[in-house]
Nanobody, 119 residues
Framework: QVQLVESGGGLVQAGGSLRLSCVAS????????FGWYRQAPGKQRELVATVTTGGTTNYADSVKGRFTVSRDNAENMVYLQMSSLKPEDTALYSCYANARIRNLYNNYWGQGTQVTVSS
């Protein structure tokens, strides 16, 4: 099992920046992909960004050039640096991990941290 705890959300004005952090515990050595999803009120959860163990990143088109995902494998952490924030970025941001445990691939999510961008 993998447990994920996020921090760093808050209220920010449009154009501002925030940095989200997530720490993993449990079977952290089995994590293959680390990243972030978000869910706005009335909308489906969507992928924001992911990073593999080898450092390959993937971003939603809506955040490319504004958000940067990174991970610290030694500290079992993943970060999301968000810049040039827009009101449409307002959502609950959840940390995500895909881990291979006993030859099974499992997805894990944290409880989430709220990001609110005011216009």
């Amino acid at each position: 099992q993998v447990q994920l705890v996020e921090s760093g959300g808050g209220l920010v004005q449009a154009g501002g920046s925030l940095r989200l952090s997530c720490v993993a515990s449990g079977s952290t050595g089995s994590i293959l992909v680390f990243g972030w999803y978000r869910q706005a009120p009335g909308k489906q959860r969507e992928l924001v960004a992911t990073v593999t163990t080898g450092g390959t990143t993937n971003y939603a088109d809506s955040v490319k050039g504004r958000f940067t995902v990174s991970r610290d494998n030694a500290e079992n952490m993943v970060y999301l640096q968000m810049s040039s924030l827009k009101p449409e970025d307002t959502a609950l941001y959840s940390c995500y991990a895909n881990a291979r445990i006993r030859n099974l691939y499992n997805n894990y999510w944290g409880q989430g941290t709220q990001v609110t961008v005011s216009s």
